[in-house]
Structure formats: C-alpha cells, structure tokens
C-alpha cells in the first residue's frame, strides 16, 4: 500500500471496525520485528473476528516487504514520511520514536503498539531506544497479552494480566536463526 495512504487507512479502520490494533515495527532486516510479526500473525485471526482491525506499519519501502508479507497476512502499510506516526503523536495517542538509518529518508520508525475504541485509546506501548533495549530491538510487550486484555476490557472484565511480559533477547535470536 502507497505510504500516502497511511492516515487514510488508519481513520477508515476506526470506522469499520470495533476497534483498532496497530503495530509499528522497524523492517524486514530486524529479526525481533519479524518475530514479532510471527506472534501477531497467531492472533490475527482472533481479533478479526470481534471485528477488530489490525494495522501494521513500517517507514520501510514497500519494495522492502516481501519478507514480511511471508510471514504477516494482513495488512501493512509503508509509510517512509511518518504521517501516521505524526498524527497519532498530534493526538496524544503514542509517540513512535523515530531514529536515522541508511536507506530510511526520514529515518527508521521504533516498535509501537496502540489499540484504539474510536477516539479512545486502550493500550499505547512505545520503544524509548536505549542501549539497554539494543536501541529499540528487544523488550517488546507481548501481543498475546495486550490481545487478552483488551479482550477483557471490551467486555467489561477484569484483566488477566497485570503486568505484560516482554520478548527476550533469545527470542530475535531464535528468529534469526530459525525463522
């Protein structure tokens, strides 16, 4: 999908759908966003039938995504000129972090994760990358987790997870390796 779609898609899913699940990652090269995308893969189709849209987006080029569409069969968005992460920052919504890298020209979109009701925010998770989180790789919060309690949370239960675990280290590695 062309990059200037981006805002569009996003407001179009609020609209359809009960609610939103977004998750921004960095590109096909990082092996803890293709394992991540792996995991949301394995809900996809859990949160599409509560009529929950997911969005996936990256400021890669589409050119970039073969990769990625392997293994993730939903939608994906490429947004190399950040509008969406800019937006969502204008709205108070999350903060997608945005660093340089060579082959990003407006530099390389940070992991993120937001759920939205409409306007309301249930969920916001963004990397603040630092040299203890390998600059944005690892450290994510479980997407099973964040599925299973905003679950809980549209229907008007107790959440069963207090605190979210996050993906190892080990498990990018294990990606890279294993795939």
């Not at 979109?109 to 309301?120: M, S, Y």
Request: aromatic fraction near 10%.
């Amino acid at each position: 999908m062309e990059h200037q779609d981006a805002l569009a898609t996003y407001n179009s899913l609020k609209k359809q759908k009960d609610f939103a699940f977004i998750v921004y990652f960095r590109g096909h090269w990082c092996p803890f966003c293709m394992s991540y995308l792996t995991e949301l893969e394995t809900i996809r189709s859990s949160i599409e039938e509560r009529n929950g849209g997911i969005l996936v987006v990256t400021a890669e080029e589409e050119s970039q995504l073969a990769p990625v569409r392997k293994i993730y069969k939903g939608t994906i968005i490429s947004d190399p000129s950040h509008e969406l992460a800019s937006h969502l920052r204008s709205t108070d919504l999350i903060d997608i972090a945005k660093t340089p890298r060579g082959g990003y020209v407006y530099g390389m979109a940070q992991p993120g994760v937001l759920v939205v009701r409409g306007d309301e925010k249930l969920y916001s998770w963004a990397i603040v990358p630092s040299t203890m989180n390998l600059y944005g790789a690892k450290d994510r919060p479980s997407l099973v987790q964040i599925k299973e309690n905003i679950f809980a949370q549209i229907d008007g239960k107790k959440k069963p997870h207090k605190m979210i675990k996050t993906q190892t280290f080990w498990q990018g590695i294990r990606y890279k390796a294993f795939g």
